[in-house]
């Protein structure tokens, strides 16, 4: 099969590209910025995802080199290609596109947005608040505790991520605004639990979870190192939660998630991607539900590698 990856200099598009070259695909890869890596058979550079000629760079490619997946593996670009308009002159190509709706995308990209739909549905999360209403007595309350999270709605990664004692928050020495959300920090265990949900029939494929055995900044920040987590009460636990907040959301496709225990071990949702994240190498499980969907999807393109 002839995929083309997104985002292939980042640590999502990298390990895609590993796993998919071994299994005997011919990968193509796109980013910002040139990329060599020894697993592509051919990289192409493209403008920025916010650039209007991003979307009609990315078609011509996927048709030019007679694409039959598209797995996108940038935040930034997921609003804009889950767009109705943009899906359509995607796929168009032929191509199948690993998706979800503009909705659920848009959702999952705004982690205050996030958070009140899982609220709402009833699925563990933090106690959160939007940073610009921190501060009034009728919401405030609850949130200060021996640490909370400050970070901002729209990012990914660890980018912008603040750990704060309850006193930085309560003296006025922080500047928040609506584009923050603020978190109360759940100081247990960290998992980065992936599941592929079935575009077809919304049903879980795939739920593997992994352990954040360390951080890049100690308590908080990207995993620099994960462990696939042997089946438990915990365990099953997170994947319970993990399950139904990609539920609330409706997502399908890869999807990536954090959740952390909290004092008293039970399991909270702190943000979702939806897309593949840096961990999926942690389970090949994934990849191939990708690739089993992807063959139903496209079946005359399959085999022109």
Do not use: W
Request: charged share 20%; net charge negative; aromatic share 4%.
């Amino acid at each position: 099969m002839i995929i083309l990856i997104t985002g292939v200099g980042g640590p999502a598009g990298s390990s895609l590209a590993r796993q998919l070259h071994e299994r005997g695909h011919q990968v193509i890869g796109v980013d910002m910025a040139p990329v060599q890596d020894e697993h592509l058979g051919l990289f192409l550079q493209v403008p920025a995802a916010r650039d209007a000629s991003y979307v009609p760079a990315l078609r011509q490619i996927i048709k030019q080199q007679d694409v039959a997946l598209v797995i996108p593996t940038v935040s930034e670009e997921l609003p804009i290609l889950a767009m109705d308009q943009n899906r359509v002159l995607l796929e168009s190509t032929g191509a199948t596109i690993l998706l979800s709706s503009e909705t659920s995308v848009r959702i999952a990209d705004d982690k205050y947005l996030t958070m009140l739909v899982l609220n709402d549905d009833r699925v563990p999360t933090p106690d959160f608040v939007r940073g610009d209403l921190y501060g009034r007595p009728s919401v405030a309350g609850f949130l200060p505790h021996q640490y909370a999270i400050v970070k901002p709605r729209v990012s990914r990664g660890g980018r912008g991520v603040r750990l704060l004692a309850s006193s930085q928050l309560t003296d006025g020495s922080q500047e928040m605004s609506a584009s923050d959300l603020v978190q109360r920090f759940a100081p247990g265990r960290e998992f980065a639990p992936m599941l592929f949900r079935n575009p077809d029939n919304g049903k879980v494929d795939v739920c593997v979870v992994v352990e954040k055995t360390e951080l890049r900044e100690g308590l908080i920040g990207n995993a620099v190192s994960v462990q696939r987590c042997e089946f438990d009460a915990t365990t099953a636990h997170v994947a319970q939660v993990a399950r139904a907040a990609v539920a609330s959301l409706d997502l399908v496709g890869p999807v990536d998630l954090d959740i952390r225990l909290t004092d008293e071990g039970q399991p909270v949702v702190l943000e979702i991607n939806a897309r593949f994240g840096a961990n999926s190498a942690a389970a090949p499980e994934l990849v191939d539900s990708v690739l089993q969907y992807a063959s139903l999807h496209a079946p005359g393109k399959v085999g022109n590698a």
